[in-house]
């Protein structure tokens, strides 16, 4: 039997009789490589664009995607494996660092720096994405190097400028800590999202 190509599209609708703040969707729409199917180009689109998605392969060998909705001002970058809880919101060019968590229900108006994790209707840095970093393969060390860092960033004396001076000095040699530093240079457009004064942070989980 000669081979055939087949071109395939499917759509799917969703109306609603009012606004959807937050909407989760699970997908098997990708076709499988089989002895007698070849797939030769794939493709998923999803209208509003999804916050974050995830890929997975079921029980059964089919690849599975899962989009999770949120709100996204324009020009907002978002950093790879960063969670953003449902319901929440994202200022328009803010920068969502690699690795970060942002809370349900929480409101981001400017940038949140690589591992970090911030909560709050008006978001506040509260500590670090423990939990990410654990899936990522990252040690404890890893992280209580960096929490030590985030300390004397936000918290040491000095201005900030200064601090960050002195902490892209002191942890140099840091490939973890050395992201944060530069995603903090690097910033011109929306201000970092900071811990609220006097708090101690509490993490996404324990480290």
């Known amino acids: 039997m000669n081979a055939q190509i087949f071109d395939v599209t499917h759509t799917t609708v969703y109306d609603y009789r009012a606004p959807v703040a937050v909407s989760h969707h699970l997908m098997r729409l990708t076709p499988r490589a089989l002895p007698r199917q070849r797939v030769l180009e794939h493709g998923i ?8 998605t995830n890929l997975r392969v079921d029980y ?4 599975v995607t899962f989009a999770n909705n949120a ?18 919101a ?3 060019f803010a920068r969502i660092g690699e690795g970060a968590m942002i809370a349900g229900i929480t409101g981001v108006p400017g940038d949140i720096i690589p591992f970090g994790f911030a909560r709050g209707s008006y978001a506040e840095l509260v500590g670090i994405n423990v939990v990410g970093m654990k899936r990522r393969g990252f040690t404890r060390d890893d992280m209580r190097r960096l929490r030590r860092a985030n300390i ?20 140099a040699g840091d490939p973890i800590v050395s992201k944060v530093i530069a995603f903090i240079q690097q910033g011109k457009t929306r201000a970092l999202v900071q811990p609220a004064r006097g708090l101690i942070p509490e993490d996404s989980g324990s480290a």
């Open 45 to 52: 689109e999803v209208q509003p664009t999804p916050t974050a």
């Open 71 to 88: 709100t996204l001002g324009g020009h907002v970058s978002v950093g790879d494996g960063v969670f953003i809880g449902g319901l929440s």
């Open 90 to 92: 994202v200022h328009q």
């Open 152 to 171: 004397e960033l936000f918290g040491g004396p000095g201005t900030f400028p200064e601090r960050v001076e002195a902490a892209a000095r002191k942890y």
């Open 60 to 63: 059964f060998g089919n690849d």
